[in-house]
């Protein structure tokens, strides 16, 4: 079993900077693509960014130029770094990773994590 745990959100000024992380942990064998979603108040949960194995990101418009994902296969970590946060960003922000367990190398699970709070103030 596979387990994913955020941490990094919290309240920040608008224009300010926040990095959230993402450690996967359990019996991996690989993790082959790494997403961020987030839900604000009211609202569904979207898409943020996406990272597949070899290639530099992709992300919602809303976010382009200012987010950035990434991952540390060796930590087995997801990151999304957030500069010049917008009140608008305010949401729970949640991980996804697409992860073939070492039970199963044939096999893809999918895994989200629980959610972190960020908040930008203005």
């Known amino acids: 079993q596979v387990q994913l745990v955020e941490s990094g959100g919290g309240l920040v000024q608008a224009g300010g900077s926040l990095r959230l992380s993402c450690k996967a942990s359990?019996?991996?064998?690989?993790?082959?693509?790494s997403s961020w979603y987030r839900q604000a108040p009211g609202k569904q949960r979207e898409w943020v960014a996406t990272l597949t194995s070899g290639d530099s990101g992709n992300y919602a418009e809303s976010v382009q130029g200012r987010f950035t994902i990434s991952r540390d296969n060796a930590k087995n970590t997801i990151y999304l770094q957030m500069n010049s946060l917008k009140p608008e960003d305010t949401a729970v922000y949640y991980c996804?990773?697409?992860?073939?367990?070492?039970?199963?190398?044939?096999?893809?699970?999918?895994?989200w994590g629980q959610g972190t709070q960020v908040t930008v103030s203005s």
């Open positions: 996804y990773a697409a992860i073939t367990e070492l039970r199963a190398p044939g096999r893809v699970y999918p895994y």
């Open positions: 359990g019996s991996i064998f690989r993790i082959n693509v």
